[in-house]
């Protein structure tokens, strides 16, 4: 298996309140990928990093912000939590090219209450 | 817009027949199709793949077929094994603004009944 952490695996917050998701990978891919899954959409991208600080939007960006300032780390902020972003958050990384074979984590459950 | 559309939420299957997984797509620059399964509580990981200039691709028990001018996705499980019963996501690629973009469909949960 791919050594891919995500931290944590369960959290539980207020709307209006900051989080932020953790993605650790021991590969030193180059990129990485934050995605979320809901029912009825399957995964969708929200940002992916092309190398240390070097980041991009994906389709459902808004409300989210992403840091790398090591080639092992990956951060996903929401700056204030609504309860739309309610989901299972996963990061993946892929070595080669960009979004072939993703390697994926096992997944953040995010509950904005 | 979806632009990678699995129709069926769910299937059942008896064990040891075979499984169809469907997948349509609307975005004929796609260049490439992939399968990812999914168990509860874990993050997808890949199955098969297929280049769009292709319309076979075969890895065991898998088989991948692709029929471009229908722009449709199939992914066969023969014979189903109670192991298979996950969520299958097909998903395709494409380049857009010099970047490579994947899309996901919404997902098919396959069960095996012994």
């Known amino acids: 298996d791919a050594g891919i952490t995500q931290s944590p695996r369960h959290k539980v917050t207020e709307t209006g309140t900051p989080v932020t998701l953790r993605c650790h990978q021991t590969?030193?891919?180059?990129?990485m990928y934050w995605y979320r899954q809901d029912p009825g959409h399957g995964l969708r991208l929200i940002h992916y990093?092309?190398?240390?600080?070097?980041?991009d939007k994906g389709e459902v960006s808004d409300g989210y912000s992403v840091s790398r300032s090591k080639t092992e780390d990956f951060l996903l902020t929401l700056e204030s939590a609504t309860s739309s972003q309610t989901s299972v958050y996963f990061c993946?990384?892929?070595?080669?090219?960009?979004?072939?074979?993703?390697?994926f984590g096992s997944g953040t459950q995010l509950s904005v209450l | 817009d979806q632009q990678v559309k699995q129709n069926s939420p769910s299937l059942s299957v008896q064990e040891g027949r075979i499984s169809i997984l469907n997948c349509d797509y609307t975005?004929?620059?796609?260049?490439?199709f992939l399968w990812y399964k999914k168990y509860p509580a874990e993050g997808p990981t890949f199955l098969i793949s297929i280049s769009s200039i292709k319309d076979k691709n075969e890895d065991g028990r898998f088989t991948v077929f692709l029929n471009k001018s229908a722009k449709h996705l199939s992914l066969h499980i023969v014979p189903s094994q109670p192991g298979d019963s996950a969520v299958y996501f097909c998903?395709?690629?494409?380049?857009?603004?010099?970047?490579?973009?994947?899309?996901f469909g919404q997902g098919t949960r396959l069960t095996i009944n012994p």
């Open positions: 993946a990384i892929s070595e080669i090219r960009a979004n072939e074979k993703l390697f």
């Open positions: 975005n004929s620059m796609f260049d490439y």
């Open positions: 998903a395709a690629i494409f380049n857009s603004g010099g970047a490579q973009k994947l899309v």
């Open positions: 590969e030193n891919h180059r990129y």
């Open positions: 990093s092309y190398g240390v600080k070097d980041t």
